[in-house]
């Protein structure tokens, strides 16, 4: 009896040279549709897969292969004489190669369409066969991946495709269905965006492997939802060796923190009846190590903005990463240059800024174009997901709770203090002087200590660039006792911005009253573990 094939692909790369392989050496190919005349239209012979079932295409092609002639015949175990007798009684033929991709769903559900025209491109048909194919997989071959059309011709020329090959690709569709449904998951959930599912399903695909993970013994890759077209895969490197997993973890804050700018400060809208100014013209730069911020300004060009954000902190941003709020000029460039910095990410370099930088052969130059907006955050625990919406809101209000009123000056500097907050791992406490962070205390058990790092870091930097002490601190949580209140008073702090929240906020509102220090209360807790 000669062996049956059905072939059914959306991506017709390849699959003409496996259907020619097939032919030659006798198989019997069913088809559909537009695959169907494809082959044909190239001198293959093919079986049209209503003839085998005795039943029209129908519903605009939504019934193909939904039928018991196809899936009797691919699910039959051929060591079973119960199912192969069936078969026979059934006038059956058995399945022996299947080969499918799917409808495109990935691409389609970015592209805007409407709901209904969405709809239309979830793959029925497909994934029940890949799944009836995949599950009798020692008796089925099946292929999903054009990559893999090679390596099967390969394996037949050489004999039988062997039990562990099977196996392997039986698990590529189960690893592809799932996450085609998970992206259809999400598309029919997204009404209920704000609503974390019984089963929680993210479609991933790899876009590259890494050379190691955060030590050279681990193993990693980068993964993207194929669904959505998140920050990272609208991301470009234009030059430079590649990116490692911890480039990765630090472009991430970095260019999170470059859209939180333009969100909660350049477009900052009141709260509370309270403006945070204009920076609708301000150039926004951060610099990151070891996934933390280690300086952050603002400046009225590309040039300004990078050296003030430098001189936060001149000796941790060696080795670090920098994004931009705007393209990178060739003024900026040569600053950029005289330091050792490992990715510089940006919506764009000028030609002479590329001329300049790309002198250094391994630092990374990435543009990003798309704001990040992923609705949760996900990060790994053993044997399982610890799965959050996105911290993505500031302040819930704007509550001054002492005498002491603060400045427009002051509440401008809360404002963008706050903002970088947010990605400081906690506890945190930041000093910030003409918006800049010139102190940064970050991961410390104690808050006290978070508050002295911060506040002896911004001293030594204000003193050697000749500036008054800076005024304004700021808290990623709140006080839990005043000591941290003493404590900024001590270097001349005269605002505090912190959420509130603490059984003792009295015991720090009073001390800013005896202090003469302005707090304010914003009611939103930003801690980063």
């Known amino acids: 009896m000669k062996k049956r094939a059905l072939i059914s692909v959306f991506v017709k790369d390849g699959i003409l040279e496996l259907a020619q392989y097939l032919k030659s050496t006798d198989w019997e190919i069913l088809s559909t549709g537009g695959t169907a005349k494809y082959l044909s239209e190239n001198n293959i012979e093919v079986t049209d897969v209503s003839s085998v079932t005795g039943f029209p295409e129908c519903l605009d092609g939504r019934v193909k292969t939904l039928h018991p002639k196809i899936h009797a015949g691919l699910l039959a175990r051929r060591d079973d004489k119960n199912h192969m007798q ?50 009798n997989f020692k008796d089925v071959i099946v292929i999903t991946e054009p990559e893999d059309y090679s390596t099967i011709i390969t394996d037949m020329k050489a004999g ?109 809208k009141p709260v509370g009846g309270v403006s945070f100014g204009d920076c609708s013209k301000s150039i926004f730069t951060i610099a990151l190590k070891h996934n933390t911020p280690c300086g952050a300004a603002l400046g009225k060009t590309p040039f300004e903005s990078y050296k003030r954000a430098f001189d936060c902190d001149p000796v941790s941003i060696f080795g670090g990463i ?50 990040t907006d992923e609705k949760w955050d996900c990060t790994s625990v053993d044997g399982g997901l610890l799965v959050q919406n996105r911290d993505n809101q500031l302040f819930d209000k704007w509550e001054v709770v002492t005498k002491a009123q603060p400045t427009q000056t002051q509440i401008e500097e809360m404002a963008f203090g706050m903002t970088l907050a947010m990605f400081v ?67 001349g702090i005269k605002a505090i911005i912190q959420p509130g929240g603490s059984i003792r906020d009295n015991e720090s509102i009073t001390a800013c009253d005896e202090l003469g220090i302005a707090m304010v209360f914003t009611g939103i807790r930003h801690f980063k573990h």
Request: proline share 3%; charged share 25%.
């Open 322 to 371: 920098v994004g931009s709020s705007t393209i990178i000029d060739e003024e900026a460039a040569i600053e950029m240059k005289k330091c050792f910095l490992e990715v510089i990410v940006a919506p764009g370099f000028t030609d002479g800024a590329l001329k300049v930088l790309e002198t250094k052969k391994n630092l990374r130059l990435v543009t990003a174009e798309i704001t």
């Open 425 to 491: 791992k906690s506890n945190a406490c930041l000093v910030i002087k003409d918006k800049a962070a010139v102190g940064i205390g970050c991961g410390q058990t104690s808050r006290i200590w978070a508050a002295e790092q911060a506040l002896e870091r911004a001293k030594k930097i204000t003193e050697g660039l000749g500036v008054n002490n800076a005024e304004v601190l700021i808290s990623d949580a709140f006080f839990p006792f005043d000591d941290s209140v003493r404590k900024a008073a001590e270097y």
């Open 160 to 268: 039988e495709i062997s039990y562990d090959r099977r196996r392997e690709l039986a698990g590529k569709v189960f690893n592809l269905t799932s996450a085609y449904d998970a992206a259809v998951s999400r598309f029919m959930l997204s009404n209920k965006s704000e609503e974390l599912p019984k089963y929680y399903d993210m479609p991933l695909i790899k876009s590259q492997e890494l050379r190691y993970g955060e030590n050279s013994h681990q193993k990693a890759a980068l993964y993207l939802t194929p669904d959505h077209k998140g920050a990272f895969g609208g991301m470009k490197q234009l030059h430079g060796k590649a990116l490692s997993y911890n480039n990765m973890r630090d472009l991430d804050i970095a260019w999170k923190g470059v859209c939180a700018f333009n969100k909660f400060v350049k477009n900052a």
């Open 86 to 135: 069936q078969l026979k009684d059934l006038d059956v033929t058995p399945i022996d190669l299947v080969c499918v991709n799917l409808y495109p769903f990935f691409e389609k559900v970015q592209a805007g369409l409407s709901f209904p025209e969405t709809v239309e491109f979830i793959d029925i048909g497909g994934p029940t066969m890949l799944r009836s194919a995949a599950k």
